[in-house]
Every structure is written in C-alpha cells, then in structure tokens.
Nanobody, 127 residues
Framework: QVRLVESGGGLVQAGDSLRLSCAAS????????MGWFRQAPGKERELVAA????????SYADFVKGRFTISRDNRDNTVSMQMNSLKPEDTAVYYC????????????????????WGQGTQVTVSS
C-alpha cells in the first residue's frame, strides 16, 4: 500500500508562488509515475502535471504551462510542484497521485490510471 502525504498549500495573493510537496512511502518510489491533480468546488478533478518514474518525461495541463514545474527527488521519495504566478482560478484542492504500472519513460495523464491518492492540500489564491 502506497501512502502519499501532501504539504505546502495555503492562502496567497494573485501573482504569488507556492511549492507543494508530496512524500511517498510503502513502495519503491521509482516504481511509481506521479501526478498532481486539482479539484475546485463544483468542478471535476483535472490533471495539473505528471512526471515519469525517473523524471525524464513531464506533462502539463495547458492552463499551467510556463507557470508550474513538477519535479521529483527519488532519494527522498518526494514529488514537488513549484507554482508561480498564481491566479484566483488556481484555487482548488490539490492531490498527489501515484501510478504503479506506468512504463519507465511514460507519464500517466488520466485519473483512472492512478491507484493511490493523497488526502489533498488546499490552495487558495485571492485577487
């Protein structure tokens, strides 16, 4: 069983930055492709960014390209997401997720591909 614990959310103003982190345990971290999703009130969950098992491949939603950066540290079993130039529409609960079946250089872009999810961390961006 994989356990994922997110941290780093908070309340910021538009234009500010935040860094989210997710600590994984329970399985060899390099077995896992990782992703960040978000869900705003009344909206469906959506992929924000994904990263392959060794970090060679990343994928971003169009609405965060150039603003957010996903990274992972396979020594510390963590995946992070640096969020810059935050906008009020980025307000959501952000979830870390892990896919144990993704091939080495691939990323998983659909929520259904992920088996394990964190509890979420709230990000609120005021205008």
């Amino acid at each position: 069983q994989v356990r994922l614990v997110e941290s780093g959310g908070g309340l910021v103003q538009a234009g500010d930055s935040l860094r989210l982190s997710c600590a994984a345990s329970g399985r060899t971290f390099t077995d896992l492709a990782m992703g960040w999703f978000r869900q705003a009130p009344g909206k469906e969950r959506e992929l924000v960014a994904a990263i392959s098992r060794f970090g060679a491949t990343t994928s971003y939603a169009d609405f965060v390209k150039g603003r957010f950066t996903i990274s992972r540290d396979n020594r510390d079993n963590t995946v992070s997401m640096q969020m810059n130039s935050l906008k009020p529409e980025d307000t959501a609960v952000y979830y870390c997720a892990a896919d144990p079946r993704c091939p080495r250089r691939w990323v998983a872009t659909a929520g259904g591909e992920y088996d394990y999810w964190g509890q979420g961390t709230q990000v609120t961006v005021s205008s």
